[in-house]
């Protein structure tokens, strides 16, 4: 089952990781074949956000404008056998130390209603 770990940091450089912790993370998930993706985003000020209103029309602002401390910093995408796998693995993630969070949410498999 694919999984989508969200990796939530105050700061790119979450206190206590260090970018070798990133990588062997990688290499940890890759060298057991559970990888399947995952990006680190671009900085926070870098935001577009994007919302349509009822009348259709289109409103752009920069930035997310979210009222929280710990902003999404990327995502990794892993295939494990269950929810307990995949919780083990988001422990294991950097981003989970030092005031960090890494939320696990399953990907929904649409393929039962494909036409």
Not at 33 to 52: E, K, N, P, Q, Y
Not at 90 to 106: M, Q, T
Request: charged share 25%; with cysteine.
């Amino acid at each position: 089952m694919k999984y989508m770990l969200l990796i939530y940091a105050g700061s790119a450089d979450a206190e206590g990781c260090e970018p070798q912790d990133w990588m062997d993370y990688e290499k940890a998930m890759r060298d057991a074949g559970v990888l399947v993706g995952g990006h680190s985003l671009a900085d926070l000020t870098t935001a577009t956000t994007v919302r349509v209103d009822q009348a259709g029309e289109r409103n752009v602002t920069d930035g997310p404008f979210a009222e929280t401390r710990e902003v999404l910093g990327g995502y990794d995408v892993i295939d494990v056998p269950n929810l307990d796998v995949a919780l083990d693995w988001a422990a294991r993630c950097p981003g989970a130390r030092g005031g960090g969070s890494v939320v696990v949410r399953p990907i929904a498999d649409f393929g039962d209603f494909a036409g």
